[in-house]
């Protein structure tokens, strides 16, 4: 698995396969901090998401 803090330039190198693998796992951490009551990291785990499906998704996120 590859790091959540890599730049949003190396997910666009990623083939389709690998950024679904990606996400999933990057998910399931932001769900996992949460239960912990890590909601610092859940809240960086959920933006780094957000910036990744914004770039190679061009989703914005939805107002909340």
């Not at 909601?39 to 914005?60: H, P, S, W, Y």
């Amino acid at each position: 698995r590859l790091d959540p803090d890599l730049l949003p330039e190396v997910y666009e190198a990623m083939s389709e396969k690998q950024v679904a693998r990606e996400i999933k796992a990057l998910e399931k951490q932001m769900l996992d901090h949460a239960r912990n009551l890590e909601f610092e990291k859940a809240a960086k785990a959920r933006d780094r998401l957000a910036e990744i499906r914004k770039r190679l998704f061009g989703i914005e996120p939805a107002a909340g």
